[in-house]
Every structure is written in structure tokens, then in C-alpha cells.
């Protein structure tokens, strides 16, 4: 598999072999769901309670007699039915999200998205991606120079500079190979990985 590497410009200067199990693989689309749709589930946090018919603050107390008033039988003012009363299944937050997937499957989708973006060229490659300084303006003009306004940047490792004057760019995100996720792959409409982050995700993934 060839991949287009660009310069400071933009422009496509030469190709990089790269391994075909991870940039050659066909397009599943179920897959791909899967693998997002459980990274999203494992990154949720049960951290919502409510409150259920027998922990709600309201008298036990029959509200009124059984026969006679034209009403409603009611028993307790906590009923579910009740404004105010408690929740016939009430979230907990030992409510458990996550989605098993085995770790052949995670490396396919991977490789099913990298390879997709190759295919929509979408996934470019650089030498290198560093600033001098850490100033969002000296990276916000690299960025634009290199047509990229809404990219994800995967480098072998995060720099302090490229870390801190990348940060407050909303469209923009720069993280390290080992952090690539399935779901960040397919969020961003380009994908920039330097040449180093190449080899380590070939060995990583594939």
C-alpha cells in the first residue's frame, strides 16, 4: 500500500509503502459500528442516580380511605404514578455501559477505518509535524498552510509545544499512536500521521 507524505504546502512530494493488513483492508461497516459504538460505551461513567418508590422523602401513609370518595385507589403519595413520587427503574451509578470486544476484532476495525480513509483520501502522511514555540497562532498557520482547518494530527510522541499550542483549537486534535482510537479516526475529515507514527501503529495494529 502507497501513501501519499506532503509537505509544509500541502503538496503530495513522494509515497511511503505501508503495510497492507492495515491500510488494505476492505470496508466493513458493521464492524465499524461496533468497535465505535463500544468504544463510546466504555468511555460512559455511571454517574447518575435517581431515586426509587422506597428512597423518595414521603409519608407511608394511605393518602385517603379505599371506598367512598369517587377517587382513585392510592396507597402512598411515593408511587411511581404520583408527581413527586419515586422511579419504577431508577438509574444507579453502578449502572454498567461497557461493550465486550475481543482484541482481534478492535485491531480489524482499526484497520477497516485507516483503511477506508485511505480510500477517501483522507489520510496523509508528513515527515515530521513540530512547532518552535508553543503559540496557537505559529500552529494555526501551519494547519491552514497545509489545508487542513479540521484534522486529527497522530504523532510518535506529543511534544510540550505542539501539545499546548494546539490545545485551544476546537477543529483540531493532536494525539500520540498509542492513543489513536476508533472513534477520533473517523470524527475528523482528514487524518495527518507522521512517518514515526506509521511504524508504530503498523506495529501496534497490524
Not at 512530494?13 to 476492505?26: I, N, Q, T
Request: proline share 3%.
Amino acid at each position: 500500500m502507497e501513501l501519499k507524505v506532503i509537505n509544509a504546502e500541502g503538496q503530495a512530494v513522494e509515497s511511503l509503502s505501508a503495510s497492507d493488513v492495515l491500510f488494505g483492508r476492505e470496508y466493513n461497516e458493521a464492524l465499524v459500528h461496533q468497535v465505535v459504538t463500544a468504544y463510546l460505551a466504555n468511555a460512559r461513567s455511571g454517574n447518575r442516580a435517581q431515586k426509587g418508590r422506597s428512597e423518595v422523602a414521603k409519608s407511608t401513609r394511605k393518602p385517603w380511605r379505599q371506598k367512598g370518595t369517587g377517587r382513585a385507589r392510592a396507597g402512598m403519595a411515593s408511587s411511581p404514578i404520583w408527581r413527586g413520587g419515586g422511579k419504577i427503574f431508577p438509574n444507579s451509578p453502578e449502572e454498567n455501559f461497557s461493550h465486550k470486544v475481543n482484541r482481534k476484532m478492535f485491531r480489524a476495525g482499526v484497520s477497516t477505518i485507516l483503511s477506508q480513509l485511505v480510500r477517501d483520501s483522507r489520510l496523509v502522511v508528513v515527515d515530521s509535524f513540530t512547532v518552535d514555540s508553543p503559540k496557537t497562532r505559529e500552529f494555526a498557520s501551519k494547519v491552514k498552510a497545509m489545508g487542513l482547518d479540521q484534522a486529527l494530527v497522530i504523532t510518535k510522541e506529543l511534544d510540550e509545544n505542539l501539545y499546548l499550542s494546539s490545545r485551544n483549537l476546537p477543529n483540531v486534535l493532536v494525539i500520540e499512536a498509542a492513543q489513536a482510537d476508533p472513534y477520533s479516526l473517523v470524527r475528523f475529515k482528514k487524518v495527518v500521521i507522521t512517518r514515526d507514527a506509521i511504524k508504530q501503529l503498523e506495529e501496534q495494529w497490524a
